[in-house]
């Protein structure tokens, strides 16, 4: 069965420091892996997008790695923002099939 | 101000009701969806339309309805065969088949609907 697990469910941090979001997953056959961030109450908004031969992508302060032989995802913060509160979905794609979403990581950073 | 809207915000619906939620794009898009997001739950997919006069159920199509008469736009109403329609709904586009390599889903900013 195709599925896509995050981790934490939810992560309270200090604003200013670093925090990494994981993904784990099992769709198969592999197309792309997405992160998006939603802020409460908004539509999602994309962070990445990762084939099966990229390692690591980023968009400013958003790193996010892929390894594809363990089906693991993480999404990397650096130098965190009040601004970054909000839940981070990963989003798996199987090749020419529908998404398959995560249930979010909830991040709240207090100052 | 290109990108994808959908109406109204917040939406209560009286049990036994029909209520129709509307979504409207001006980016070209071909593909169009819609999604049901509950507490602790990953997004799931309720219908979705890769053209204009044409859409498929997704995996909770059931009390569901949709037309896609104009590129624009992509209503959905949930009926009243709907058992428990109180959820965050969104409306999404993408310029072909979301799966696809590298095409970019952009999401509305959701309906609340509530039954009263």
């Known amino acids: 069965k195709n599925q896509v697990e995050q981790s934490p469910q939810s992560l309270i941090i200090l604003e200013g420091k670093n925090c990494t979001l994981q993904c784990n997953y099992t769709v198969s056959p592999f197309s792309n892996l997405r992160w998006y961030k939603q802020d409460t109450g908004r539509g999602p908004v994309s962070l990445t997008i990762?084939?099966?031969?990229?390692n690591t992508k980023s968009n400013g302060r958003y790193t996010a790695t892929l390894d594809a032989d363990t089906k693991q995802s993480s999404l990397h913060i650096t130098a965190s923002q009040l601004s970054d509160s909000a839940s981070y979905i990963c989003?798996?794609?199987?090749?020419?099939?529908?998404?398959?979403f995560g249930t979010g990581t909830r991040l709240q950073v207090f100052p | 101000d290109g990108g994808i809207t959908q109406s109204p915000k917040y939406l209560f619906r009286k049990e036994g009701q029909n209520v129709t939620l509307s979504c409207e794009q001006n980016?070209?898009?071909?593909?169009m969806y819609w999604y049901r997001q509950d507490p602790g739950q990953g997004l799931r997919l309720i219908y979705y339309?890769?053209?204009?006069?044409?859409?498929q159920k997704g995996d909770i199509a059931e009390g569901y309805s949709v037309s896609r008469e104009k590129k624009e736009s992509f209503p959905l109403t949930v009926t009243s065969a709907q058992k428990n329609p109180t959820a965050f709904y969104l409306c999404?586009?993408?310029?072909?088949?979301?799966?696809?390599?590298?095409?970019?889903?952009?999401f509305g900013q959701g309906t609340r609907l509530t039954v009263v």
């Open positions: 990762m084939t099966f031969s990229e």
């Open positions: 339309s890769q053209i204009v006069n044409d859409f």
């Open positions: 999404a586009s993408s310029i072909g088949w979301q799966g696809n390599l590298y095409t970019e889903a952009f």
């Open positions: 980016l070209n898009h071909d593909a």
């Open positions: 989003v798996v794609s199987a090749r020419t099939d529908k998404l398959i």
